[in-house]
Every structure is written in structure tokens, then in C-alpha cells.
């Protein structure tokens, strides 16, 4: 079995998808900012420990997420130099 998973976007694509993943990095690092911000000086424990989860949260996924890339990655390279890929 000959299974490709290779995404490839369409070039408008691609640079739709380039503009909004550079726009949304910007935001998430504004975004970590201010939960940090909030983390450290919040009015209230209640607000300083939802942005201290939140912040945990978000790097527990973003660990995982290029863990996998990384799997990922090794078992292309493995299927390729099998010749199955």
C-alpha cells in the first residue's frame, strides 16, 4: 500500500494560510503576555489561577503537538528509506 500524506496547498492557499499563521503567532504572543501579566498581578486569586491554567494548558498542547510533528517526521523519513513513501 502506497499511502502519500503529504499536504500540499494550492500557492493562494499557501499564502492565505502563511498571512493568517503569522497573524494568529502575533496575537497568541500578546495573548501569553497578558496571562502572564495577570498571572503575576491579577485583582483577584480566582483571575491569577485561571491564566496560570491557561498558560500551563496551552504549553502541555503545544509540547504535544510538536512531539508529534516530530514522530511524524521520523516515520516519513523511515517509510521513505524503506522505498515506501
Known amino acids: 500500500m502506497n499511502l502519500k500524506l503529504e499536504y500540499k496547498p494550492r500557492p ?11 497573524a494568529l503567532q502575533g496575537a497568541a504572543t500578546q495573548a501569553v503576555a497578558t496571562l502572564t501579566d495577570i498571572s503575576r498581578e491579577g485583582q483577584n486569586e480566582a483571575a491569577r489561577v485561571a491564566a496560570s491554567k491557561s498558560i500551563l494548558d496551552f504549553t502541555l498542547k503545544v509540547r504535544v503537538q510538536f512531539g508529534l510533528e516530530d514522530r511524524l517526521k521520523q516515520l516519513e523519513a523511515a517509510m521513505k528509506s524503506e522505498g515506501r513513501g
Request: net charge neutral.
Open 12 to 22: 493562494r492557499q499557501g499564502e492565505a494560510l502563511t498571512t493568517a499563521l503569522g
